[in-house]
């Protein structure tokens, strides 16, 4: 028998269900393509037709080819430093815009900084394209106003990778800097009272109180960080590549194989094995794969 408790909670657990679906849709249902990473795929046989299975064949053919470490080494070094300064520089902003005390600025300053979050990865590397081209960039632009050598940051394998990270954390950053200002919001004014009649310092209390008050929200923000790591967000490396024209040229070392299960796989090598090649991505580890010969960073 239902009791009167529950018939309270059949609304939130309605009000659940549109989101449930959508999680079970596009995320549980796809995994079923992974089989594809075991096959001989031939997208016109489509996904349920006649497939030859190869067994590990096609992991076989990934972790023989010549650049696969170089490959492993750009995903970790590119992943890595996006994960340690996602959560630095956020944490790092709102301290400091909490401490601001003339309200219209601080209010400005986080209308600024929130604003890339809401922009595609279409107008940003455009933007950014215009900023850092070696022959029409402002950047460059001033590097050859002070005599200095332009750079080519989108072609060159040493500016590259910073400046795909660089460009990640100033899209990003924005979101992260309002959910841990909205943590510190949430610790009792008391303490900064206490602590000051104590006679500690700014450093004292961001140290032994705006910090500790935020852990749990770090802590959440850093697994959520975790998930999408490997994958390296490498939509904005693709754009940058296509807008400006590198994959033509043949320069493009971080063009990725790597997709979503429910997404699209992406290849930029041979054409024979895309698909499985970016199941086995998904389904083992994820990883930056370029055009031969891979770029090392």
């Known amino acids: 028998m239902i009791t009167r408790k529950r018939l309270r909670e059949l609304p939130l657990h309605l009000m659940i269900l549109p989101g449930l679906v959508l999680i079970v849709l596009f995320s549980y249902v796809p995994m079923a393509g992974i ?50 300064l996602g959560l630095i520089v956020p944490i ?31 107008v940003l590397s455009g933007i950014l394209i215009d900023i850092l081209s070696p022959s029409t960039g402002i950047v460059n ?37 309002i959910v841990y200002l909205a ?15 104590d006679g500690a310092s700014r450093w004292n ?28 967000r490498i939509r904005s490396s693709i754009q940058f590549v296509q807008s400006s024209g590198l994959s033509k040229r043949g320069h ?12 699209r796989p992406i290849w930029c090598g041979n054409g024979g094995r895309a698909i499985q090649i970016a199941r086995i991505a998904d389904l083992d580890f994820r990883f930056v794969l370029g055009r031969i010969p891979v770029c090392k960073i």
Request: aromatic share 16%.
């Open 35 to 84: 089989i594809i990473a075991f096959q001989k795929f031939i997208p016109a046989k489509g996904l349920f037709g006649d497939q030859r299975w190869v067994g590990l064949d096609n992991f076989r053919y990934v972790w023989n080819l010549p650049s696969f470490k170089q490959v492993l080494w750009n995903t970790f070094f590119i992943s890595s430093l996006k994960l340690i």
């Open 92 to 122: 790092a902003i709102a301290i400091l815009l909490n401490e601001l005390k003339n309200e219209a600025v601080k209010r400005s300053v986080q209308t600024i900084i929130y604003l890339p979050y809401f922009l595609s990865w279409v």
């Open 141 to 177: 632009g001033l590097l050859s106003a002070l005599g200095m050598k332009k750079i080519f940051f989108l072609g060159d394998n040493h500016w590259f990778p910073f400046t795909l990270i660089l460009s990640d954390i100033w899209k990003n950053f924005g979101y992260g800097t």
């Open 183 to 197: 943590a510190i919001t949430g610790i009792d004014p008391g303490l900064y009272e206490s602590a000051t009649i």
């Open 205 to 232: 209390k961001m140290w032994h109180i705006t910090l500790p008050g935020m852990r749990m929200v770090i802590v959440l923000l850093s697994v959520l960080s975790l998930g999408q790591s490997a994958e390296c």
């Open 252 to 263: 493009s070392g971080y063009v990725c194989v790597s997709a979503r299960i429910a997404g």
